[in-house]
């Protein structure tokens, strides 16, 4: 086995004797930092746990962006109803 790139990660082997396809993250995107020299079993627990990463940092973008929406259309109808807006609207 020898050094995979998944989606701008490099993973590379590293086995021992107790685990012969062990893997290490050892170059990772600014994004996934925090996983840099995080080991997995195999390469198949390694791109699963990126992929799963990857969907939860697009669901938090996704929640994010609804929360905003919300606030805007929350200002929206207060500008309307009372002639003022809340301070939140100016960001």
Excluded at 11 to 20: A, G, K, N, S, V
Excluded at 47 to 73: C, G, N, P, V, Y
């Amino acid at each position: 086995m020898k050094t995979t790139k998944y989606k701008g990660i490099t993973i590379t082997p590293t086995p021992t004797e107790t685990y012969p396809q062990m893997v290490t993250f050892t170059h990772c995107t600014s994004k996934t930092m925090g996983a840099l020299h995080k080991k997995f079993i195999t390469l198949e627990k390694a791109t699963k746990w990126i992929d799963t990463f990857e969907l939860e940092l697009w669901e938090m973008a996704t929640q994010l962006r609804l929360e905003k929406q919300e606030s805007r259309r929350a200002d929206k109808e207060l500008l309307k109803l009372y002639g003022f807006q809340n301070l939140n609207m100016a960001e």
